[in-house]
């Protein structure tokens, strides 16, 4: 039953990792995934998720969002875009997301990432450039705060999806794995010996 779990474990992440390409916090839900499992996993079942693992998928969680905020001063805000247009931007990467990922939908999962990857980067493009309308920007500068959207949006998300690849790989690792080691065998009466997968 712990690898039926484990299988289980690893889908769900894997659902939760698509949902980053939509503006969803989807490392973080990975990382509750995989807090749930930890905590609510019989305790004679092995292999399992460890803390340690856990707690270091939060840090790898978190340097996602710092790469994402890094990702960010080269978007809408750096070029001098106003709240309007930045709020714009990230209708619009949800919107363009869900829309490219529509379109590219006839292209098995690979064309729904890339739909939604660029849908979304246009997005943001279009809705930084559409906040400024009612200023007093040039249209080179409304260009050049929806490129910075555009391209703000391209690397914080490819950042947070290579993070949430390495979350994955060592959760999944880690479920299947047991990297953390199970306990020993302890003796049973009339000489039977217990079994690391909890079974007798």
Excluded at 68 to 76: I, K, P, S, T, V
Excluded at 111 to 123: C, P, Q, S
Aim: proline residues 4%; without cysteine.
């Amino acid at each position: 039953m712990a690898y039926v779990a484990a299988t289980l474990l690893m889908f769900a992440n894997m659902a939760a990792w698509v949902t980053t390409l939509f503006t969803l916090p989807g490392n973080w839900i990975l990382l509750g995934f995989t807090i749930l499992y930890a905590y609510f996993l019989p305790a004679d079942y092995y292999p399992r998720v460890s803390w340690k693992v856990v707690i270091a998928a939060a840090v790898i969680a978190l340097l996602g969002e710092l790469i994402e905020f890094l990702a960010g001063a080269a978007g809408a805000a750096k070029q001098g875009g106003s709240k309007l247009g930045i709020f714009l931007s990230l209708v619009g990467a949800f919107v363009g997301s869900l829309g490219g990922a529509i379109l590219l939908s006839f292209i098995p999962f690979i064309g729904t990432m890339i739909g939604a990857l660029l849908g979304g980067a246009l997005g943001a493009f279009g809705g930084a450039w559409a906040g400024e309308h009612n200023t007093q920007k040039t249209s080179e500068e409304r260009f050049a705060i929806g490129k910075g959207a555009f391209i703000g949006r391209i690397l914080g998300t490819v950042g947070k999806l290579a993070m949430g690849v390495i979350m994955l790989v060592v959760i999944t690792l880690d479920s299947f794995l047991d990297m953390n080691g199970a306990p020993l065998a302890k003796p049973l009466p009339h000489g039977e010996v217990s079994r690391s997968d909890g079974q007798q």
